[in-house]
């Protein structure tokens, strides 16, 4: 069963800093997935990456296979980007469920 | 775009009854995927279908049953519900296994 791992938790920036989320796994994946859950929660796809790095706006995304290891990276943030950000490991290669890290809390600050 | 529906958005129910939950998948969509979030915790997968078959099962009560149809759309059954089963229930869709796009979930309570 993989086990994934977000850091950190909490956490809480000024308006237009530079925020970092990581996710580190333990077994090999065959994707990963980022998403963005509101208060009231639905969940949005931000995206799905199995190598490299992806880019949309002011997010990026990216993954070191060999570390197990992802980072999704948020520039010029802005209060409307606090929401809970969570990292998800597809294992398998059919449709398997997704094995969710225990997110991380962000506050963007005016 | 079109995105996932998923019906009923808010559902309450007393202990012991049942409870059916509908997703209806991105069109041309063929992988639906449900998942339980309960208060305060990650959602945790149930199970998934690919094409009208069951394909991965997680931690899903055996009073849970899913299927899905013809037309893609699918359901999930949940019968003698406890207290505990009370959370939020998500479903998303997939083409083959591609990115999944989730629906905005129902609610349900048990009383």
């Known amino acids: 069963k993989n086990e994934v791992e977000q850091s950190p938790q909490n956490l809480t920036a000024q308006e237009g800093e530079f925020i970092t989320i990581n996710c580190s796994y333990s077994?090999?994946?065959?994707?990963l997935h980022w998403l963005q859950q509101h208060p009231g929660g639905g969940i949005v796809s931000l995206f799905m990456l199995s190598s490299g790095k992806k880019k949309h706006g002011r997010l990026i995304a990216t993954i070191n296979i060999q570390e197990k290891h992802s980072s999704l990276h948020i520039t010029a943030s802005h209060p409307r980007d606090s929401a809970v950000y969570i990292c998800?490991?597809?294992?398998?290669?059919?449709?398997?469920?997704?094995?969710f890290g225990k997110g991380t809390h962000l506050i963007i600050q005016p | 775009a079109a995105g996932v529906i998923q019906s009923p958005r808010h559902l309450i129910k007393e202990k012991r009854e049942t409870a059916t939950l509908k997703c209806y998948p991105i069109p041309r969509h063929d992988t639906v995927y449900w998942y339980q979030q309960g208060p305060g915790q990650d959602p945790q997968f149930l199970i998934s279908?690919?094409?009208?078959?069951?394909?991965d099962k997680g931690s899903i009560p055996d009073r849970f049953s899913a299927q899905q149809f013809s037309d893609y759309h699918s359901e999930l059954n949940m019968s003698s519900l406890e207290l505990g089963d009370s959370a939020l229930y998500f479903c998303?869709?997939?083409?083959?296994?591609?990115?999944?796009?989730f629906g905005p979930g129902t609610r349900l309570t048990v009383l």
């Open positions: 077994v090999g994946i065959s994707a």
């Open positions: 279908f690919y094409e009208k078959m069951q394909s």
């Open positions: 998303a869709s997939s083409f083959r296994v591609g990115e999944q796009f």
């Open positions: 998800a490991a597809l294992s398998g290669g059919g449709a398997d469920g997704l094995t």
